[in-house]
């Protein structure tokens, strides 16, 4: 996703999963399969390094997540500092967000 519409969308419906380190935001899509836009906001990751760390992370685990995901929209937003958190321990908190997203479009109970 990149229009700011699309993103608008998905916080508007309001369905959420939280992690440690990430809240990873929800809507049903009309487009058949999964979407992902990411949110790393500077007063979390201070460095342009760390921002492009998480976001290549980021979209490394959806790529191999999304086979087994329904057609949402997802937005993964960062929602804590990053400073000395491993790699690892950021893609084990993306990747059960992942897991615990509500298998079912219609499905909104999260």
Not at 90 to 106: K, V
Request: one cysteine or more; glycine letters at 6%; charged letters at 30%.
């Amino acid at each position: 996703m990149h229009k700011t519409d699309e993103f608008s969308s998905v916080f508007a419906f309001r369905r959420v999963v939280r992690g440690r380190y990430f809240a990873l935001h929800y809507c049903p899509n009309e487009a058949g399969k999964p979407r992902l836009g990411l949110v790393v906001a500077k007063k979390l990751a201070k460095r342009a390094v760390q921002r492009n760390l998480v976001k290549r992370i980021g979209r490394d685990v959806f790529r191999h997540a999304c086979a087994s995901l329904p057609a949402y929209d997802l937005v993964l937003r960062l929602s804590a500092k990053v400073a000395d958190v491993t790699k690892l321990t950021m893609r084990e908190d993306m990747h059960s967000l992942f897991e615990r997203l509500p298998r079912q479009a219609g499905d909104t109970r999260g």
